[in-house]
């Protein structure tokens, strides 16, 4: 079984950046094509996939509203996955959350796949104009 914990969220202003890193315990990923990713939800919005990663090979996937602006990393032991995001808007104010699935395809579907391994309890980022 995966845990995932978010942190790193706050109250900003528009142009600041944040850090959000996303930490997993429990089950050790595969050499398979584990991956983690990003989603957030504003407030009567639905739920959009913001970024993913592929734990193996590094590959990385954006929605398009955060390309140029978001990065999404790993660190080299695979436990802790890191969203920087920089120039943000007050449209990126959201409760953002970390998902983790055992290949990167069903991180990208989200909840809405059925596949995922763990979801994380959110952070909220609030971007002030």
């Known amino acids: 079984q995966v845990q995932l914990v978010e942190s790193g969220g706050g109250l900003v202003q528009t142009g600041d950046s944040l850090r959000l890193p996303c930490t997993r315990s429990g089950r050790t990923f595969s050499s398979d094509g584990d991956g983690m990713g990003w989603f957030r939800q504003a407030p009567e919005k639905e739920r959009e996939f913001v970024a993913a990663i592929s734990l193996s090979t590094g590959v990385t996937f954006y929605e398009d509203s955060v390309k140029g602006r978001f990065t999404i990393s790993r660190t080299s032991a695979n436990n802790t996955v890191y969203l920087q995001m920089n120039s943000l808007k007050p449209d990126d104010t959201a409760v953002y959350h970390c998902?983790?699935?055992?290949?990167?395809?069903?991180?990208?579907?989200?909840?809405?796949?059925?596949?995922?391994?763990?979801w994380g309890q959110g952070t909220l980022v609030t971007v002030s104009s």
């Open positions: 998902a983790a699935a055992t290949s990167l395809k069903w991180v990208i579907a989200g909840p809405d796949g059925g596949e995922l391994d763990a």
